[in-house]
């Protein structure tokens, strides 16, 4: 069975810093990833999302994503972090067996500061 | 194009009773997925549909959820009889069947309350 990790419940990063939101995964084979942001009584917006080729995936709203295959992650950056950023990230997995229901993390909760 | 659109975007009721949560989604996507979002048990899939037919409903619950998609831009999830452990927030999300590395795109979500 798939699963994802995201080890932590909240991040906290100040305004202009980079920031990072980590996900692990489990599939069997290969792993498609995908990246979720969920803004106050909104639904998911999507990110990004990795299926093949170069490791490093670009995103919307600057963001980008790093898959590292040996350590089954697929972590969540951005150079600068802004307020605006603030709100809750959800990492996904699918894998290569044809079941296109996504798998989610617990999601992590990106505070920006000011 | 207007996104995934769900009605109402509140529910209110009680228990006992039936609730229908309607979906539309994006014009031209030809999968659409249920999922319910908990804190206890966060997001998951309820069941999805391809060409309007119910491909995997291995998430809903029980006898008492079903879904049906009568066309391509209509979709309802019924819960008859309503208990308290359904309040949930669903989400419909829709996406264009290029295999299985396609985007999911979701709607709002419609908030449920069940007193």
Redesign the interface.
Do not use: R
């Given at each position: 069975a798939q699963s994802v990790a995201q080890p932590e419940d909240q991040v906290n990063v100040a305004e202009g810093n980079p920031l990072t939101v980590k996900c692990t995964y489990s599939v069997s084979g290969n792993p498609y990833l995908f990246w979720y942001v969920q803004y106050p009584n909104r639904g998911l917006q999507f990110l990004l999302k990795y299926i093949t080729g170069d490791n490093l995936v670009k995103g919307s709203y600057g963001f980008e994503a790093e898959f590292n295959k040996s350590q089954t992650s697929f972590h969540l950056k951005k150079p600068s972090a802004l307020v605006s950023d603030s709100a809750l990230y959800f990492c996904a997995v699918r894998d290569e067996t044809g079941r296109r229901a996504l798998t989610f993390g617990s999601g992590t909760r990106l505070q920006v500061q000011p | 194009d207007a996104g995934?659109i769900q009605s109402p975007r509140h529910e209110v009721t009680e228990m006992g009773q039936e609730v229908t949560l309607r979906c539309k989604p994006i014009s031209g996507h030809n999968?659409l997925?249920w999922y319910r979002q908990t804190m206890m048990r966060?997001?998951?899939?309820l069941i999805?549909f391809?060409n309007n037919v119910p491909?995997?409903d291995s998430?809903m619950p029980e006898d008492r959820f079903s879904a049906k998609m009568p066309n391509a831009s209509f979709s309802t999830l019924k819960i008859q009889p309503s208990e308290p452990r359904d309040s949930a927030v669903y989400?419909c999300?829709s996406s264009l069947?290029r295999g299985?590395?396609?985007?999911?795109?979701?709607?709002?979500?419609t908030r449920l309350t069940v007193l």
């Open positions: - | 995934v999968s997925f966060g997001l998951e899939l999805y391809n491909i995997d998430g989400f999300a069947s299985i590395t396609d985007t999911q795109y979701f709607g709002p979500g």
